[in-house]
């Protein structure tokens, strides 16, 4: 069986045919990082996995540390402009580095929301001042970033939200009142990309603007939110009359709704990290359940091989979009499909696990049975919100339906 962590992917285009093999310069990047991470790892390359601390605060020490040393070598923000500390190279150069870190069981990186989310949102949206401003400490995780889109009674409709940023013309900017949730890492944020109503009496999408805010000053109370796992990097935020200035409105006024797309664009879209994490997960089920003796069980073998077909099937995907990216085009819904798909295969991947674990499936044990780390129930339980981080599912099939399809809207039909 080819082992999915292993396969590489090179896109080039003939004729508008997309050509799987890749370029002797995509062999050469994917080499140069490869080399990088096996002498800069914090362990021994592709063994093993980043140590999962007991507390929160060491943890994100511990990954802001490894983003700075990622960073000096040239391997965060790699899309960027090398003015702004990038590689100014382009989608698939920064897919075979995702795919890299992956495998090689690299740790996460503190500042992801800053690097993967208001990073292209300011080269997109941002003035000259403000990427110059914040692009260079989001790279080396200088300054962390949050993400203030969802609100309890809003959730993935965004259109639907009602934190007030509310005029204050004495000061030049704005004072902050509403709450957001399920916030990651607000507690250790220095900076949020705040979505907020600046006209309420406009249509709901379009009396919206994106501002960047400062955590750490009075007027925000921030409080984590005990997960099922037991761990704490969500967050719901209070805000009480923060104040945003002028200067750190993010696009136009009023027109948050387009930039928060933008930003949603590149959440959505393709997901190399957990395509590889995947695989590997796959990889390592197939041995534990050969170690076991579960792979003979005929119900299992079947499970298992429609795991190995979606996690095959989640690769030909990001290969798809990322072809259409590479070649100029814009992604458009289609991500949404790609976030559907992959969280429902997870889902069902991890079920599978559970089933080959078996009889300590509902213990923080580990496979065998004994006292352990628990890492595939933990796994477990942490999957089980891919369908609802970055947008729910329902959401996304709205979304796929509507766009995609374009089957009648769901107000026509009422």
């Given at each position: ?25 995509q ?26 601390l ?22 965060v ?25 992956a ?10 929301i ?79 990309l ?19 805010i400062d ?14 796992t ?14 945003v200035?002028?200067?750190q ?32 997960l796959l ?58 798909y ?31 780390n ?6 477990w ?14 959401i ?19």
């Open positions: 069986m080819t082992r999915l962590s292993e396969t590489s992917s090179g896109l080039a285009y003939h004729g508008g045919r997309m050509d799987l093999s890749p370029t002797p310069e062999e050469a990047l994917r080499a140069e990082c490869r080399d990088w991470l096996r002498a800069n790892l914090p362990w021994e390359y592709g063994q093993g996995f980043p140590p999962r007991s507390d929160l605060a060491e943890e994100v020490a511990f990954l802001r540390s490894w983003q700075r040393t990622l960073a000096g070598g040239g391997w923000g790699v899309t960027w402009p090398a003015d702004y500390g990038g590689r100014g190279a382009g989608a698939l150069d920064h897919y075979i580095v995702q795919e890299e870190l495998r090689a069981r690299a740790p996460e990186l503190a500042g992801r800053g690097i993967n989310l208001v990073g292209p949102t300011l080269l997109t949206h941002g003035t000259d001042d403000q990427k110059t401003r914040w692009l260079p400490n989001i790279l080396d995780a200088t300054e962390l970033w949050c993400q203030l889109f969802s609100e309890p009674d809003a959730g993935s409709d965004l259109a639907s939200l009602t934190t007030r940023a509310i005029r204050d013309e004495a000061k030049g900017g704005w004072r902050i009142e509403g709450q957001k949730v399920w916030t990651s890492y607000a507690q250790f944020a220095d900076w949020g705040l979505l907020a109503r600046t006209d309420p009496r406009a249509p709901k999408r379009k009396g919206i603007s994106a501002l960047a955590m750490h000053q009075a007027g925000i109370d921030v409080r984590p939110l005990r997960q099922i037991d761990e704490h990097d969500f967050n719901e935020v209070f805000f009480d009359g923060a104040f200035p002028d200067d409105l993010i696009g136009p006024l009023d027109g948050g709704w387009t930039v928060s797309s933008s930003t949603l664009t590149h959440e959505r879209g393709t997901n190399p990290r957990q395509l590889v994490i995947h695989a590997q990889e390592e089920l197939l041995r534990l359940a050969l170690e076991q003796g579960s792979y003979d069980d005929h119900r299992l073998q079947q499970q298992l091989a429609e795991a190995y077909v979606e996690v095959r099937l989640f690769q030909l995907h990001n290969w798809r979009s990322l072809s259409k990216i590479e070649s100029g085009q814009p992604l458009g819904p289609e991500g949404s499909a790609l976030k559907l992959w969280s429902e295969m997870s889902k069902r991947l991890h079920d599978t696990a559970l089933a080959v674990v078996g009889d300590a499936s509902p213990l923080w044990w580990d496979a065998t049975g004994n006292p352990g628990g890492r595939w129930q933990r796994s339980l942490y999957y089980q919100a891919a369908s609802v981080f970055a947008g729910t599912n329902e996304q099939r709205t979304i796929v339906g509507e766009r995609v399809l374009g089957l009648p809207r769901e107000s026509q039909l009422r």
